[in-house]
Antibody, heavy 123, light 106 residues
């Protein structure tokens, strides 16, 4: 079955950096675009970033553009999120999410999520 | 495309039927999904394409709507249904947006 396992979260000072990983298994990772979604404490879901299946196109939320970089290693079935210049507003649980294939077409709604990795930005 | 859910929270009892509304700021055809999230857990997909039930989801979850106005109805609430519900549009795939959530309490 599909498994998504995030890691790399932790406590970091404002202005610091962190790299999140998401290990994927149970599906053909290399043919799916993948997303990161975050959730601040007590708040709703916020889309963060997307990478195309081949890693050659990325999209970002305005709130992270220029600071975060999404990438992937299809040989290793792993998704990454490099986060730089972190602020308190980046404190959240970060989820990687797998889009759903509907009649063979991959659509950006999510039928599998990881357990999330918490990131706390604090001095 | 901003999505506005209403109400932000509601209280109900086991056996009740409840309806949550999601309104898009512009037309999104039927490109809308609904998720359920329980505390400490990742969201779980309930409905996609506005009204299609995800495999394994009980039939008491009913989605409807198109264009800008959508609803999620939960018929005959069960104890395990008390959670937070989110809508999500994917008409501008992959630039997706979520509603702010509706907390369903006993």
């Amino acid at each position: 079955q599909v498994q998504l396992v995030e890691s790399g979260g932790g406590v970091v000072q404002p202005g610091g950096s962190l790299r999140l990983s998401c290990a994927a298994s149970g599906f053909s990772f290399s043919i799916y675009g993948m997303h990161w979604v975050r959730q601040a404490p007590g708040k709703g879901l916020e889309w963060v970033a997307f990478t195309r299946y081949d890693g050659n196109k990325e999209y970002y939320a305005d709130s992270v553009k220029g600071r975060f970089t999404i990438s992937r290693d299809n040989a290793d079935n792993t998704l990454y999120l490099q986060m730089n210049s972190l602020t308190a507003e980046d404190t959240a649980v970060y989820y990687c999410a797998k889009p759903k294939a509907i009649f063979g077409v991959v659509v950006s709604l999510f039928d599998s999520w990881g357990q999330g990795t918490p990131v706390t930005v604090s001095s | 495309i901003p999505l506005t859910q209403s109400p932000s929270s509601l209280s109900a009892s086991v056996g009740d039927s409840v309806t949550i509304t999601c309104r898009a700021s512009q037309g999104i055809a039927s490109a809308l999904a609904w998720y359920q999230q329980k505390p400490g857990e990742a969201p779980n997909l309930l409905i996609y394409d506005a009204s299609s039930l995800e495999t394994g989801v009980p039939s008491r979850f009913i989605g409807s709507g198109s264009g800008t106005d959508f609803t999620l109805t939960i018929a005959s609430l069960q104890p395990e249904d008390f959670a937070t519900y989110y809508c999500q549009q994917y008409n501008t795939d992959p630039l997706i947006t979520f509603g702010q959530g509706t907390r369903l309490e006993i």
